[in-house]
């Protein structure tokens, strides 16, 4: 009775032994298998409304396009396309597709699932020819504020190829680049925008950008750029930035006089010196150049008829006049109450000192007189 029960219980074993052995692949057969190559290509590309990454060029109209189709000898593609104003490249059998909004990389993947309907595998690659120019927003301490069309200069001779997984378009690295020309930055957009002006803050620059993965504005210190030749903080501007200038809180004459010979200040200001000087009159003269400075260049004070003692009126931005009276001494270096530096459109008065007002109110009264006694002395004779 127990070799029975022993031999029903080797069975039952064995059983469930060769059970367990044919159930591991058809488990096995249920999970899924990674995707191909092929299929990860295959998979359609981001849709436009889909915020990019910030290193990658994002297409729009006026792109000029060199699209390549390889081992397919039926397929005729034109030398290059431009992207139309509503975003969409004509291509031959698939017609009209939307490439605004996508890289080039996403552009590639959506002509190949496009071409996909009528070739097996395509291989299809995107390339930039000629970049379209750049609308771009300025506010806030620059000279003319507002919005501005910069063009980018980047024209290659060969299409950047997608192929690689880095694209270097924004740095102006890309091959063929003839022209040797390279993407606009900040410092670019401001000088469109005629410069910085005296009280801009030029630590504290942010770029509000259409599209960015950043919710916040990005910020640019070009006082790092102009003092320790960082050029990372000369950033890449994109179509549809607006660029806002601050106005700094305080201002540090030392610094000032190194930011007014840089690249991105006004190349000249305009100040009128009128009164008591050589030649009085508008002054063309360096951004922040010293009270003392401009009045030097309108030929220095009149020999014995000016007060030392000038008048500084200030057109304000908000549309208000500030007047002061400031004590020259043309031996003084550049300071706030003493020297101060001047802005665009400031006139400076020079005033008669107490001597020429006599003089002159004298020369008023006896001028008449004189003509008299010169009559009294021709008839005399």
Do not use: H
């Not at 058809?26 to 990454?53: K, M, N």
């Not at 809180?249 to 840089?262: F, G, I, P, R, Y």
């Not at 009159?281 to 000038?310: D, E, M």
């Not at 200030?314 to 006049?321: E, I, K, M, S």
């Amino acid at each position: 009775m127990m070799k029975g029960t022993n031999r029903l219980t080797a069975r039952l074993l064995l059983l469930v032994l060769i059970a367990e052995c044919y159930s591991l692949p058809a488990f096995a057969q249920t999970s899924p298998l990674p995707p191909t190559v092929e299929q990860q290509d295959a998979s359609p590309p981001q849709s436009s409304g889909a915020r990019q990454p910030e290193s990658a060029y994002i297409l729009g109209a006026g792109d000029l396009l060199k699209i390549d189709s390889y081992d397919t000898p039926d397929l005729v593609l034109e030398t290059r396309y431009s992207v139309l104003p509503d975003g969409s490249v004509n291509l031959p059998w698939v017609g009209s597709l939307p490439v605004a909004g996508l890289t080039l990389k996403q552009a590639s993947d959506r002509l190949k699932t496009a071409y996909g309907k009528f070739i097996k595998n395509p291989t299809v690659t995107v390339g930039l020819i000629a970049a379209r120019t750049l609308k771009i927003g300025v506010i806030g301490e620059v000279t003319r504020p507002g919005s501005y069309i910069i063009a980018s200069n980047l024209v290659s001779s060969s299409a950047v190829s997608t192929t690689g997984t880095t694209q270097n378009i924004l740095t102006g690295q890309q091959g063929g680049n003839e022209s040797g020309s390279q993407w606009p930055t900040v410092s670019k957009a401001i000088q469109a925008a005629g410069g910085i002006t005296e009280q801009a803050d030029i630590r504290q620059i942010q770029i509000r950008r259409q599209g960015s993965l950043e919710t916040e504005p990005l910020t640019v210190n070009l006082w790092a750029f102009l003092s320790a030749g960082d050029l990372t903080q000369d950033v890449q501007v994109r179509d549809g930035d607006t660029i806002v200038i601050p106005k700094a809180t305080s201002v540090d004459t030392a610094e000032a006089l190194q930011v007014a010979s840089s690249n991105f200040s006004p190349d000249a200001i305009k100040v009128n010196v009128v009164g008591e000087v050589s030649t009085p009159g508008a002054v063309a003269v360096k951004p922040n150049t010293t009270l003392n400075q401009a009045i030097l260049a309108a030929g220095g004070f009149k020999g014995g008829r000016a007060k030392k003692a000038v008048e500084l009126i200030r057109l304000n931005p908000d549309g208000t006049v500030s007047r002061r009276t400031i004590a020259v001494n043309l031996s003084q270096n550049l300071d706030e109450k003493s020297n101060p530096p001047l802005r665009n459109n400031d006139v400076v008065v020079v005033n008669r000192n107490a001597i020429a007002q006599i003089g002159d109110t004298v020369g008023t009264f006896l001028g008449p007189l004189t003509g008299v006694l010169g009559l009294f002395t021709i008839f005399g004779r």
